[in-house]
């Protein structure tokens, strides 16, 4: 285990710590199986923009079996795990998160969901077998893939939209451009002498994306921002997944959806392993708000494509509100 040093901890940001951790039992939990989940979806995503959902249909044992192949590799000695990177932007990653100077306690591997790239991007890395991590990450992929348009169908069902595939057809298209990522946030017990803060795992910030789905082990650290800008702790569900409203969703629905704030801090007694499959449209679609939920309204976003999205997200910091360039300004 490496201890941190002062000089290097302070590359590092923290927050204030509430002594003990308060979880939010207001996280809307949704049944995929009931009949009323279409409406209980569309609320979660108006007033969180985040939702937990059970009987998703997803083997437990595509989530057991990819995250050990996860836990094997960040496992590996550094020197082994670097190979897979830098990330550019796929590939493997530490500290840094993206080109802008943002840090954070965490290492991870960024993939395509194109197969042919995982194989020569990875074979080296994964040892004697890769083709056992690429097909534990196929079948979890797919799964979760076709978890994220059934609920993607069901939310255009509870807004009353006639073309209930408006949004799942982004992701299902050939060219759909949907990432996967693998977190890992290493123990870190120097933070106990910390006393009442926190070091951050993965800095605040909204996915761009149209719909992210989380799944992590059973170790607390996530946390969301609520209408009032304060910080809610998520309790851990290893057997559940999260689901994010990302930027492009919240344009998509003129603001009606919001896109939710989070961030990740360090656990100084276990580490966390996350799994997140963000599910984008193709670098070539526009992404602006439906004429059917408009309705006579002012649209408050100008109409971008998903690449000119990106490329200006990319562009900027974590934490900025990275919609602002893209909103109409009202006329005065």
Request: net charge positive.
């Amino acid at each position: 285990m490496v201890l941190l040093s002062k000089p290097v901890l302070e590359q590092f940001s923290f927050v204030k710590n509430s002594k003990s951790t308060t979880f939010f039992s207001g996280i809307p939990l949704i049944d995929l199986s009931k009949p009323d989940s279409k409406h209980l979806l569309v609320k979660a995503c108006e007033e969180f923009g985040f939702f937990k959902v059970i009987n998703h249909g997803v083997p437990m044992e595509f989530i057991s079996k990819l995250e050990s192949e996860a836990v094997k590799f960040f496992s590996l000695p550094f020197s082994e795990k670097e190979k897979a990177g830098p990330p550019n932007p796929f590939g493997y990653g530490n500290k840094s998160i993206g080109q802008n100077g943002d840090v954070g306690w965490v290492e991870y591997l960024l993939l395509t969901t194109n197969q042919e790239s995982i194989s020569q991007r990875f074979s080296t890395v994964f040892g004697d077998n890769p083709g056992k991590f690429r097909c534990a990450l196929n079948d979890y992929v797919s799964a979760v893939k076709k978890m994220a348009c059934e609920i993607l169908e069901m939310m255009a069902d509870g807004l009353k939209i006639q073309q209930r595939n408006v949004f799942s057809k982004l992701l299902m298209d050939e060219q759909s451009d949907s990432v996967f990522r693998l977190n890992h946030y290493p123990l870190c017990p120097e933070i106990q002498a910390l006393n009442d803060q926190n070091m951050i795992g993965f800095g605040e910030h909204t996915d761009p994306q149209i719909i992210s789905v989380l799944r992590s082990n059973n170790t607390s650290g996530l946390q969301i921002s609520v209408n009032d800008g304060s910080w809610i702790s998520v309790p851990p569900d290893q057997n559940s997944f999260f689901i994010n409203v990302g930027d492009s969703l919240q344009v998509m629905t003129n603001g009606r959806f919001r896109s939710v704030r989070h961030r990740v801090l360090t656990n100084s007694m276990k580490a966390r392993v996350s799994m997140i499959y963000f599910g984008g449209p193709p670098l070539s679609e526009k992404i602006a708000p439906l004429p059917s939920l408009m309705k006579g309204k002012e649209s408050l976003y100008k109409e971008f494509t998903w690449f000119e999205y990106k490329r200006s997200a990319y562009n900027s910091r974590l934490a900025n509100n990275r919609l602002v360039p893209f909103e109409r300004i009202a006329a005065s």
